[in-house]
């Protein structure tokens, strides 16, 4: 016996705690019509998971707790309680007592427990499954619908059968490895796709990688060239930049000497400026010895000239001596004399009338006046010879100042003609000395810009070395960055040449030698900058990412494999033990069909139907039009059929039974089913009620074998059933609406039942 007792607290009518001790095979439970017997069984499915309330004659979680009454309040929850005797483990639980609890609260929470620990519905699920009571309730047989097997459809049956046959647990397990294989093979198709996106990448990273390899070869290419070059380069710049040193040295000596030399040369010219200030002084004494020459042609003329008059005068002064003495020796004509001296005794008459002495004297000053010029016109000279005189010495004065000023500029031009002479012999000389160093000068300069243009071919040389030492800083920079700083040591690179041999190869090749490392650092340059380390490491992460995702497909197909074959086999197992099965249960079918009709033939076949997708409106419209039918429309479904012969009958199927006869057929299944496999208990809700009194003496007997293999928990009106239980309960409800509970007797149970 393994269903040891229920307890009910607040479901439906049990508002009080009420426990059914289920200490026979067969309980009854009885009481009269609407005290909760239904109730009892409801409560069973309840805690065992039913998840449809509608099924348990609700419509919300709330409808399954005790609703209150004129007297009593309403519970806020419901709970059942079943307790199994686990001692055989028939329960997969390491527990000799097993307590299930469901308690639902107004507010439609469900909580399961196990042993008082809270659990999910599925673990509750998976536990019973185990145990063949199963969730479709095939055992607990509500009242009404003992020909629910019969009214189910063909798949509906199926399951009900295979809980029955308690093949359930592998539908579970085959349904978790369907779950579980489909969440494979969506990681299977996830990873294959990761890999799939990460293909590009990974490709793009080899290649990266073969371009990384490539460069290391060639960096390693260009690190010799580099050196090579670079030892090169600074060994023939040090040597050309010491050869211009040493080479230049000669010449700018030279140049030195010769700009001494122009020094001097220029000095020596630089002093004919001053030979100018000579010729200057020259033209000066030229012009003075003109002037000189002039004053002196001007005083000769105005000598002779003075001379010339002094003879004249000279002349002059003879003839009036002459013209005196004629004048002198002159006589005097009477008429001029008598005329006088007329005129000196009118005014002796004039004087001798006048008394002033004044104009008496006046008088006389007048005879005297007359008497003058009388002398005067009669002895008068041409020019008074003292005048001549005069003249004669103010010649002689002219000319003796003459003779003085033309004695000191003979004196001056004797001066200054002396003075030219030596100055003209002295620029000469001079003139003598500018040529010659002209001369040097011209020679010099000429020298000197032949070293100047041999010099600038060497500064353009050591300019050329700039720009190479320059190109070479830069180069060797760069080789820096390109090849490390192992380009830093070029000095120590070995060449087999001598240093002759170096410097003399032609810088062609020299520059063939650049141009190659140009072309390499190019390639570089286009295979990207970097060492490729960062490229190396993320190609090699990416395939070990890869592998580990192909390594993971391989894991999640062979694990895919695993649960297909699980799969396989778990559907081997269900269609064996199914087949199995249905062959047992079609044989006690047949036995208990024959029982309880006498005869005639019944069985289980295992069919297979179409299945639509589509709406039954649209099947139906589909036949109307009897259109054609796509294979995506349909689907095989595979169920179980039943079919009977009644004897003495020609009635075929089960559409023509009677009421009677219905719940015969499904009583004899249902009884087939729990013979085959029988489960810890069955339940059955008035399952009785149909009978006539021969057949509930049927049912009795059937009842009485059952019990052997499952314990049977009866509600019932039918005595004969009654008859048959171990214990009954009486189940009873007053006025306060709640089902009470009692331990009865037989004799009870027939007056409580009614
Ligand atoms: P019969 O013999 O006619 O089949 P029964 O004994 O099987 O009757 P049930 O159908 O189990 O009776 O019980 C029905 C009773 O339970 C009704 O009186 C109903 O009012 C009561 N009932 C159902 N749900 C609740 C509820 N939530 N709270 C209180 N009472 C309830």
Redesign the pocket.
């Known amino acids: 016996m393994y269903l040891k007792s229920l307890e009910l607290l607040g479901f ?2 049990f508002a009080k705690k009420s426990v059914f001790d289920f200490t026979s095979k067969i309980s009854g439970i009885v ?9 009892v069984a409801e409560s069973l499915r309840f805690v065992l998971g039913e998840q449809s309330i509608k099924s348990l004659r609700g419509k919300r979680g709330e ?5 209150g009454s004129k007297t009593i309040p309403r519970s806020n929850r419901a709970s059942v309680k079943i307790l199994f005797d686990n001692t055989k483990r028939f329960l997969n639980i390491d527990f000799d007592e097993v307590a299930i609890e469901r308690v639902v609260y107004r507010d439609g929470v469900n909580q399961y427990f196990i042993n008082s620990s809270q659990v999910r519905l599925r673990d509750i699920a998976e536990l019973l499954s185990s145990a063949n009571i199963g969730s479709s309730g095939h055992h607990i047989i509500s ?1 009404g619908e003992a020909d629910r097997i019969l009214n189910a459809n063909i798949k509906e049956r199926k399951e009900m059968i295979e809980d029955a046959l308690g093949l359930k647990v592998f539908q579970y397990k085959k349904q978790e490895s369907q779950k579980k294989l489909q969440k494979t093979e969506d990681n299977i198709s996830q990873v294959e796709l990761l890999r799939k996106e990460n293909a590009p990448h990974i490709r793009f990273l080899k290649k990266q990688v073969d371009k990384v390899e490539k460069s290391i070869i060639m960096r390693d290419e260009l690190k010799k060239l580099s050196l090579e070059y670079l030892k090169r380069e600074s060994e023939y710049i040090s040597f050309t930049k010491k050869k211009t040193e040493k080479a230049q040295k000669a010449p700018q000596d030279e140049l030195r000497t010769l700009e001494e030399k122009l020094q001097r040369a220029k000095e020596i010219l630089s002093k004919s400026s001053k030979s100018d200030k000579k010729s200057d002084e020259l033209i000066t004494i030229e012009k003075k010895l003109t002037d000189i020459r002039t004053q002196k042609d001007t005083l000769i003329r105005e000598l002779g000239q003075i001379e010339g008059e002094i003879s004249g005068e000279n002349r002059r002064i003879e003839k009036e001596k002459e013209n005196q003495k004629i004048i002198e020796n002159r006589t005097v004509n009477y008429n001029e004399l008598n005329k006088v001296a007329e005129q000196v005794y009118s005014q002796i008459s004039v004087a001798e009338e006048k008394n002033n002495i004044s104009e008496i004297k006046n008088t006389l000053r007048s005879i005297g006046s007359i008497i003058k010029n009388f002398i005067a016109i009669t002895f008068s000279k041409d020019k008074d010879t003292e005048i001549y005189y005069n003249e004669f010495e103010n010649l002689k004065n002219k000319k003796t100042k003459i003779d003085k000023n033309l004695a000191n500029i003979l004196e001056d031009e004797s001066l200054y003609n002396e003075r030219y002479s030596i100055l003209k012999t002295k620029i000469e000389a001079e003139k003598d000395n500018n040529r010659e160093a002209e001369r040097e000068i011209f020679s010099i300069m000429s020298h000197q810009s032949q070293l100047r243009a041999t010099l600038d071919k060497f500064e353009s040389i050591e300019n050329d070395l700039i720009h190479k030492e320059q190109d070479f800083e830069m180069e060797l920079q760069e080789a820096t960055v390109l090849v490390g700083r192992a380009a830093l040591d070029y000095d120590k690179y070995n060449l087999e040449e001598s240093l002759e041999e170096i410097v003399n190869e032609g810088r062609q090749t020299q520059e063939d030698r650049r141009r190659k490392i140009e072309k390499i650092k190019i390639r570089l340059e286009e295979f990207g900058g970097g060492s490729g380390e960062e490229t190396i490491k993320e190609y090699k992460e990416a395939l070990m990412r890869d592998e580990f995702l192909e390594n993971e497909i391989i894991d999640l197909e062979k694990s895919a494999r695993a649960l297909k074959d699980l799969i396989k086999n778990l559907e081997e197992r269900l269609s064996i033990q199914f087949n199995d099965g249905i062959e047992k249960i079609n044989k006690e079918f047949q036995n208990f069909f024959t029982l309880m009709f006498g005869g005639g033939e019944a069985g289980l076949s295992v069919i297979k139907e179409k299945k639509r997708k589509k709406s039954d409106i649209n099947i139906l419209s589909d036949m109307e039009n009897n259109s054609e039918k796509t294979e995506e429309d349909e689907d095989e479904e595979e169920g179980i059929d039943i079919f009977i012969s009644l004897p003495h009958k020609r009635t075929k199927g089960l559409v023509m039974l009677s009421g009677g006869e219905r719940a015969l057929t499904s009583i004899a299944l249902l009884f087939a089913m729990s013979q085959v496999n029988p489960p810890p208990f069955l339940a059955l809700d ?1 399952t009785d009620a149909a009978l006539d009194e021969a057949n509930s003496k049927r049912y009795g007997d059937m009842i009485e074998n059952l019990s052997k293999y499952s314990q049977l928990i009866l ?1 019932t ?1 039918n005595r004969e059933t009654m008859s048959r239980a171990g214990i009954l309960y009486g ?1 009873t ?1 007053g006025s306060d ?1 709640i ?1 009470k509970l009692l331990s009865i007797k037989f004799e009870e149970a027939v007056q409580v039942a009614k």
């Open positions: 439906k009518s009481g009269p019509n609407g005290s909760g017997k239904s109730n409808d399954l707790i005790f609703n009242q008035e509600i009106h189940v409800i609406g089902s």
